[in-house]
């Protein structure tokens, strides 16, 4: 299955580049940078990893596009870098450290697209290519690239707000975010175990 997501998510990126390389859409697109914090976990087989997984936080950013289809929907592709991974509980120097370039397209509806406040709700696929893999304890980490999937391909679902300040706006967004691809290489030493991201995001971004 994860394999399936992971093309659909490919061939959505590419009919995305076919829509915004027309006139129309790169005149009526709008744009934006996003700075977030990413709390990260893993699901699956965790207990050859710790004992117990805790919530490792990290950075994101990035910059995006809104490409309107109507007065309340909107295409919206993004690009980030994003810090995932997770952390054992009961040894917080212990961590899995994952960074990847996390490409999104997302279906967004605005409920209220005038007035002072603008709600939102979004849905959409996204491609997750590994830029680092490190086992981390304490000051000292190690590589392990040759034993993650250099990419992942999941499924985001969520809302936010953006308030008018002149023609630009202000905007804050809570998503979350489910690998589907086992990130286990099945040329590493946990040949066979199951895991997969998961993250909830809070994103602050600021749109052109």
């Known amino acids: 299955m994860g394999k399936l997501f992971c093309r659909l998510v490919i061939v959505l990126v590419m009919a995305y580049m076919g829509i915004t390389g ?7 697109a709008r744009y934006g940078i996003r700075l977030g914090l990413s709390l990260a976990d893993i699901s699956g087989d965790i207990d050859a990893y710790y004992a117990k997984t805790a919530i ?26 994003v810090i995932k991974g997770t952390k054992n509980d009961t040894d917080a120097k212990e961590k899995l450290s994952l960074s990847y370039l996390e490409i999104p397209v997302l279906l967004r509806f ?12 979004f849905i959409g696929p996204a491609a997750d290519l590994l830029l680092g893999a490190k086992y981390v304890y304490g ?26 300040v002149g023609k630009h706006e202000i905007g804050l967004n809570v998503r979350y975010a489910h690998g589907f691809v086992n990130l286990n290489d099945t040329r590493g030493a946990t040949q066979g175990l199951k895991v997969n991201n998961r993250a909830v995001s809070l994103i602050l971004g600021y749109t052109f």
């Not at 034993?147 to 308030?163: E, H, P, Q, Y």
């Open 110 to 121: 605005v409920v209220i697209p005038q007035g002072p406040v603008r709600p939102s709700i």
């Open 139 to 164: 000051t000292e980490d190690t590589d392990i690239m040759d034993f993650t999937n250099k990419m992942d391909a999941s499924l985001i679902i969520g809302g936010g707000v953006d308030f008018p």
């Open 22 to 28: 027309t006139a129309n859409a790169q005149e009526n």
């Open 56 to 81: 490792k936080e990290g950075v994101m950013f990035g910059i995006s596009a809104a490409i309107p289809q109507g007065d309340r929907f909107f295409i919206q592709p993004e690009v980030y870098y």
